[in-house]
Nanobody, 127 residues
Framework: QVQLVESGGGLVQPGGSLRLSCAASHSTLDYSSIAWFRQAPGKEREGVSCIEPRTGDTLYINPVKGRFRITRDSAKNTVDLQMINLPPADTAVYSC????????????????????WGQGTQVTVSS
């Protein structure tokens, strides 16, 4: 059974940094894409960043470009999301998701693409 476990969330002041980690029960190389999604209160879930584990290719949504960095460690079976310069608008539950299936082009940030999900970790940006 595939398991994804997130860690690293918490409370941070505006302008601060956090590093989220997603630990997979299987090799990250088994997946065609691993992504971080977030859902803020009253808002729809949105994809934030994803990585192709075999190539290291990455994608980011515009609001986080230059502030978030997604990396994978194939030896540890982890995918991390380093976040800097956090504003309150980044407050959300952040979830890790993975897929081992082929998917449609440009569907990297579609929740339907991913068939494995973690439980989520809360990130709160507040003074």
């Amino acid at each position: 059974q595939v398991q994804l476990v997130e860690s690293g969330g918490g409370l941070v002041q505006p302008g601060g940094s956090l590093r989220l980690s997603c630990a997979a029960s299987h090799s990250t190389l088994d997946y065609s894409s691993i992504a971080w999604f977030r859902q803020a209160p009253g808002k729809e879930r949105e994809g934030v960043s994803c990585i192709e584990p075999r190539t290291g290719d990455t994608l980011y949504i515009n609001p986080v470009k230059g502030r978030f960095r997604i990396t994978r460690d194939s030896a540890k079976n982890t995918v991390d999301l380093q976040m800097i310069n956090l504003p309150p608008a980044d407050t959300a539950v952040y979830s890790c998701a993975a897929t081992d299936k082929a998917f449609q082009p440009l569907a990297f940030f579609s929740a339907a693409t991913y068939n494995y999900w973690g439980q989520g970790t809360q990130v709160t940006v507040s003074s």
